[in-house]
């Protein structure tokens, strides 16, 4: 009779357990390599752990910074590497109005909301749909009504992709299920090319094909104009040491740059950036109609991979995506996905070295 009480008690335990956790899926890792180009990812948040590649000289060094291990990464406030939703970036007074309802969601950030929540899908569990080594990695989610206070149902998956030497694709796609929302992904690795425990990214040289930016207020939510980045410190047309003119910046760069295509949603080169000391060179290419530009102004001594200590400029993260708190700005291109429509986002990395 005891033992009986007992596998009960037990049972009811692990079944507390479980609902407490909700989500129980399995994290776990999954690497691609092809040649010496080799990448690791978690399905928790989508993220990418490592990209090792070689220097001018054939040396191989991982450029992207992280964690050793998982509850690290449970526990961060950087969002390294990982895949960032439902919307990217910050929505002003973490609220809006859509189809006259107003939703509210959690406000992270100086009383705004910050890169979809406090739990976003930065910090859910991905499935994995499916997993070649020397091809691809796809995870899934599937974001409930009401998540974080956003309408309706939506299916994400993210595909990363190896496609030729030393070239990585990212394909995000979203569905609204049952009502319309407001959908903004973006992937936030922190790239350092002279490795990701090299010390600052001040000499690298950055090029971004973007005229114009989206200024913002003291709360980094957008004024709505944009402006010519012509005679500012935000000029990246021409490539420049990202030590330039950071000190005229009181925010040191973390803003949205408009780019420049010559129409909507085409495949365009958005930024090239170049670390002169390892020859290490990274081209993205995107479809998508902004990207933030981020210096990792806020890293101040975070413990990262293998001891590494990470400072303030440690690394660079380019975050294509729509533009900062549209849902807010009629004028801004808008980020809303309704049943039956899909929302795509693709990147493109391309890496050499010389
Ligand atoms: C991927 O990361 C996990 C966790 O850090 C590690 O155990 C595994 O060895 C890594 N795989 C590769 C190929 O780097
Ligand atoms: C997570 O954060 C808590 C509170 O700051 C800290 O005590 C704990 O050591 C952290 N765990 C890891 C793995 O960083
Ligand atoms: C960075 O960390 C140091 C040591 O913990 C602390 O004294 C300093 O105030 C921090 N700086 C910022 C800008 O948070």
Known sequence: MTKVLLVLCFLLGLLFLVQAHGNHKKIGFYELKR???????????????SVVTPDKHGKLADIVLGYDSIDSYKNDTTYFGALIGRVANRIGGAKFTLDGKTYHLP???????????????????????????????TFSYHSHENEQGFPGKLKVQVTYKLIGAHQLAVKMIAKSVDKATPVNLAQHTYWNLGGHNSGDILSHNVQIFGSYITPVDKVLIPTGETRSVKGTPYDFLEPKKVVTHIR???????????????????????????DPVSGRNMELWSNQLGMQFYTSGQLNGTKGKH?????????????????????????????????GETYEHIMLYRFTAS
Request: proline letters at 5%; a neutral charge.
């Open 35 to 49: 040649g010496n180009f080799k990448l690791n990812f978690t399905n928790y948040g989508a993220t990418i752990l």
């Open 248 to 274: 005229e910046l009181p925010d040191l760069y973390d803003m949205n740059y408009v780019l420049d295509k010559s129409f909507q949603k085409q495949l365009s080169k958005a930024a090239v950036v170049r």
């Open 307 to 339: 001891g590494a200590i990470y400072h303030k400029f440690a690394a660079i993260a380019l975050e294509t995506q729509g533009f900062p708190d549209s849902v807010n700005h009629p004028y801004f291109p808008t980020q809303i996905v309704k049943p």
């Open 107 to 137: 406000a992270n950030d100086h009383g705004n909301t910050l890169h979809g929540g406090t739990r976003g899908f930065s910090d859910v569990i991905w499935s994995v749909e499916s997993h070649k080594k020397h091809s691809h990695v």
